[in-house]
């Protein structure tokens, strides 16, 4: 059977049950949130003359950009309990993303589906609270719930959605971060995440497919997905900022975030973000960064360049039973604005951004990624904090596995699978936006036979989806 095809069905069966106890509460939440955002949307003028009585601007312990600021006071700050705890060092804050997604075209079957991820976090600044300089302290935790399109529906290697996983309550990152010598240098400790940090692209920040952030490549070829999304590690990351130019980013992890269980799933085998375990082979990650053009009126840019070192013990595809040691990827970044909008502030304009990556092919499943895109920002006087996005991603099956798949005389070969994405973020108020988002898929899977069909690969597949994001 193609290992490809054999995946996409196991992720499927595995949210199947949980999935179906949880599309009632679903079907709830989205009407609610739908009616919330009606009344949202009738009275943001009054809500943002409250606000501006109440507090006189924004309260301390508010977040920046929380649509708290466009609340009422007695709802921004309750009863003054973030102005209290601000002064203790204490900020905390609540983010929501719900989505509708739907595939009215190709992929294993068409239907709808909602999804959505409430995070708490809470951030303290241990100088104010105990007088250690330099400390503070970071923790949050996810409610998942909803269902996968990406598992049901389409069947491929890049999520539609970053936000997807098993419904579950789970601590992600919990960390201590120590800065020194006037901030040039930081020591982060605790559970880490790599994808918080490392391989991060700023133009693809403005879509809704989770390749965009933590890579088809890693998600792929790093033992249960590496140390990402919905799943952190125990770890310890160095950050040395020798200028306000440049960076240099080090980074040891625990290389798979789940312990060997009987489900074979890693959000089952750590369902809830806390099986703490250190004893499995490490996992570095080295990454350099470059600004330049920072001053008025200049085009920016971000160059960064880094690899990963995983030195655990993987089979080769060709002969299972030759075992290799430790597996590694190598990658490049580019931001770039290319046209600035007049005005003072945060640059707006047009910018484009591409990632790529590459991995060994004689054990990895994915031996080559890359990805390109544009993006719009402040193009409409109106709204200058809307910003439309078009992005394209390409994930390439190595050489290895598609001659695996020859040698054991399987019909269809795997070779790549692609995404073009095209998605606008609409800012309602700060802290509150709506994301219209399409996608379409090439060879969902990087080819593979349909379940529908085996004879065939899985159907191109078109998703429409709505976003709503709000930041409290």
């Known amino acids: 059977m193609n290992r490809l095809a054999g995946t996409a069905r196991s992720t499927t069966n595995a949210l199947t049950n949980r999935e179906a106890s949880s599309r009632q509460h679903s079907r709830a939440l989205l009407t609610a949130a739908v009616t919330i955002g009606v009344g949202l949307a009738a009275t943001p003028a009054l809500a943002q003359e409250t606000a501006g009585s109440d507090l006189g601007g924004i309260a301390p312990g508010i977040p920046e950009g929380s649509i708290a600021t466009s609340l009422p006071g007695s709802i921004a700050d309750p009863g003054g309990?973030?102005?209290?705890?601000?002064?203790?060092?204490?900020?905390?804050?609540?983010?929501?993303?719900?989505?509708?997604?739907?595939?009215p075209s190709g992929g294993i079957k068409q239907s709808t589906h909602y999804d959505g991820l409430l995070e708490a976090y809470v951030e303290v600044d241990m100088e104010k609270m105990i007088g250690w300089k330099g400390l503070s302290f970071f923790a949050n935790g996810y409610w998942i719930h909803g269902s996968s399109i990406t598992s049901a529906n389409i069947g491929s290697l890049m999520p539609v959605s970053f936000i997807e996983a098993l419904p579950a309550t789970r601590l992600f990152e919990m960390y201590f971060d120590q800065k020194l010598l006037n901030d040039k240098v930081s020591i982060r400790f605790g559970q880490l995440a790599a994808d918080a940090e490392f391989l991060l692209s700023?133009?693809?920040?403005?879509?809704?497919?989770?390749?965009?952030?933590?890579?088809?490549?890693?998600?792929?070829?790093?033992?249960?997905?590496?140390?990402?999304?919905?799943?952190?590690?125990?770890?310890?990351?160095?950050?040395?900022?020798?200028?306000?130019?440049?960076?240099?980013?080090?980074?040891?992890?625990?290389?798979?975030?789940?312990?060997?269980?009987?489900?074979?799933?890693?959000?089952?085998?750590n369902e809830h973000g806390l099986n703490f375990g250190i004893h499995g082979p490490p996992l570095l990650f080295v990454e350099g960064a470059y600004s330049y053009n920072k001053g008025p009126g200049q085009l920016p840019g971000t160059v960064k360049v880094g690899g990963w070192n995983h030195f655990g013990n993987f089979e080769t595809l060709r002969a299972p039973t030759h075992i290799v040691d430790g597996d590694y990827g190598i990658y490049g970044i580019i931001d770039q604005m290319i046209y600035r909008l007049p005005g003072e502030g945060d640059p707006k304009g047009i910018s484009v951004f591409g990632r790529v990556i590459g991995a060994p092919s004689n054990r990895n499943l994915v031996d080559l990624y890359w990805e390109a895109g544009m993006t719009f920002t402040g193009m409409v006087a109106s709204r200058p904090d809307d910003i439309l996005g078009i992005g394209y991603a390409y994930t390439g099956i190595s050489d290895d596995e598609q001659a695996?798949?020859?040698?054991?005389?399987?019909?269809?070969i795997s070779d790549y699978e692609s995404v073009l994405e095209i998605s606008?973020?609409?800012?309602?108020?700060?802290?509150?936006?709506?994301?219209?988002?399409?996608?379409?898929?090439?060879?969902?899977g990087g080819k593979v036979a349909d379940p529908n069909d085996p004879n065939k690969p899985i159907p191109n597949a078109a998703v429409l989806g709505l976003r709503t994001t709000v930041n409290y």
């Open 81 to 103: 309990v973030r102005s209290r705890l601000h002064k203790s060092g204490i900020q905390f804050g609540l983010n929501y993303i719900g989505e509708v997604l739907g595939n």
């Open 202 to 269: 700023e133009g693809a920040g403005a879509f809704i497919n989770g390749t965009w952030g933590w890579p088809s490549i890693t998600a792929e070829d790093l033992p249960n997905g590496g140390p990402a999304y919905p799943i952190a590690t125990p770890g310890v990351r160095l950050g040395i900022y020798p200028t306000e130019n440049t960076a240099l980013l080090v980074a040891l992890y625990n290389g798979d975030p789940a312990p060997p269980c009987a489900a074979d799933d890693a959000q089952i085998c």
């Open 404 to 412: 695996r798949q020859r040698q054991e005389g399987e019909t269809i």
């Open 424 to 444: 606008y973020t609409a800012q309602i108020v700060p802290g509150w936006t709506i994301q219209p988002d399409f996608q379409y898929f090439w060879n969902p």
